[in-house]
């Protein structure tokens, strides 16, 4: 567990690099998922989702890390990205085969967790993470993805209104 806390500090060093680096904010976040599915085992796919500024009751997917998805549109009650936009709470669903409500990226995912990015009381979007392990998500994951969330609605400019 100890080892899981510090990969996870040294993770948060390298995204406040990435967040304070020039790019544009489509590049940082697309290298926050590839840094993320590089260096955790259980993170297979990592992706954003953002709210469609016009149909404010969708997501439409960003930068992502993994196997291409059909899922590129995903109104606020569907799936599990869904939930989580529309009851604005984190989601994790340890064992995919037991959540009714879930939209099937590929057979080889057995579980998921999804954070709402907030900016001024609103859901702008969210983390997405998919694993091919059963049950392996912890309180650590949660609070990692929750800090990266904050930081990305600080740092990004996209998400003012
Ligand atoms: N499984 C998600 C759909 C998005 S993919 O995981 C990339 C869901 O149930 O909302």
């Not at 059909?70 to 989580?84: D, L, M, N, P, S």
Request: with cysteine; net charge negative; proline share 4%.
């Amino acid at each position: 567990m100890n080892g899981e806390k510090n990969r996870f500090d040294a993770l948060k060093r390298k995204i406040d690099e990435i967040l304070g680096s020039s790019s544009i904010p489509w590049e940082k976040e697309q290298a926050i998922c590839e840094l993320l599915r590089r260096e955790v085992p259980h993170y297979d796919w990592v992706g954003f989702y953002f709210v469609d500024q016009k149909n404010r009751d969708e997501l439409v997917l960003g930068p992502f890390s993994g196997e291409p998805t059909e899922h590129v549109r995903i109104k606020f009650g569907e799936g599990i990205c869904g939930q989580a936009a529309e009851t604005r709470n984190v989601f994790v669903v340890q064992d995919v085969s037991k959540e009714d409500n879930y939209l099937s990226c590929s057979p080889d995912v057995r579980s998921e967790i999804v954070v709402p990015i907030f900016k001024d009381g609103e859901v702008v979007g969210e983390l997405d993470i998919d694993s091919h392990r059963i049950n392996p998500f912890t309180e650590e994951d949660r609070e990692f993805l929750e800090w990266i969330c904050e930081m990305v609605s600080k740092h990004l400019q996209r998400m003012k209104k």
